[in-house]
């Protein structure tokens, strides 16, 4: 079972933006990260926990293993406000996805 | 470019029956993994599906076991999802996804996804 926190936040522009998603056991670093926009299909962002999808931004980073993962956004932009789902790899099935983390304009 | 199209959604009565597919192009159809997932209404991701590339290996959710069926055409590059016994609760936009697990390694991930199709379940 994968969690996240916050469930929502309100940042502004330029902002530094940290989210965090906890797994109820150890995953290793199977973990990825998606983010989802309104009406669209998510996009792969970060796998391996830390890997950089290709042609993502580089101000999109990943961390953690084990039990606790980060996904660090180090300057919003207008673009980034959207919903961000991790997603575990290490024991499946199921292929479970978080709750997701909604990041809003303040 | 890589790309994953799906079709089949619409809406059905409870207990009916509906068949998804996703026509893949851009890759190699056959050397990949495929998945099925889906997002109700305002809810989060829920994986439904997953097909090996052989279609040797498949998983399904708890939710739809025993409903559902998932299959693939490599000859037509093209991904199934057959839908029966269809509750209210399956109401959901399901997208396909090209699916990578590397065996010995971390690399593992969806992606692309389709644009999605709605299925709405309602009397």
């Known amino acids: 079972q994968l969690t996240q926190s916050p469930s929502f936040l309100s940042a502004s522009v330029g902002d530094r933006v940290t989210i965090t998603c906890r797994a109820s056991?150890?995953?290793?670093?199977?973990l990825a990260w998606y983010q989802q926009k309104p009406g669209k299909a998510p996009n792969l962002l970060i796998y391996?926990?830390?890997t950089l999808q290709s042609g993502v931004p580089s101000r999109f980073s990943g961390s953690g293993s084990g039990t606790e993962f980060t996904l660090t956004i180090s300057s919003l932009q207008p673009e980034d406000f959207a919903t961000y789902y991790c997603q575990q790899f290490n024991s499946y099935p199921p292929f479970t996805f978080g709750p997701g983390t909604t990041v809003d304009i303040k | 470019q890589v790309q994953l199209v799906e079709s089949g959604g619409g809406l059905v009565k409870p207990g009916g029956s509906l068949r998804l597919s996703c026509a893949a192009s851009?890759?190699?159809?056959?050397?990949?993994?495929m998945s099925w997932i889906r997002q109700a209404p305002g809810k989060g991701l829920e994986w439904v599906s997953y097909?090996?590339?052989?279609?040797?290996?498949?998983y399904y959710a708890d939710s739809v076991k025993g409903r559902f069926t998932i299959s693939r055409d490599n000859a037509k590059n093209l991904l199934y999802l057959q839908m029966n016994s269809l509750r209210a609760e399956d109401t959901a936009v399901y997208y396909c996804?090209?699916?990578?697990?590397?065996?010995?390694?971390?690399?593992?991930?969806?992606?692309?996804w389709g644009q999605g199709t709605l299925v709405t379940v309602s009397s």
């Open positions: 056991q150890g995953i290793s670093s199977y």
């Open positions: 851009g890759f190699t159809f056959n050397d990949y993994y």
């Open positions: 097909i090996s590339s052989s279609g040797f290996t498949i």
């Open positions: 391996a926990a830390s």
């Open positions: 996804a090209r699916t990578y697990i590397e065996v010995a390694g971390g690399e593992r991930w969806f992606d692309p």
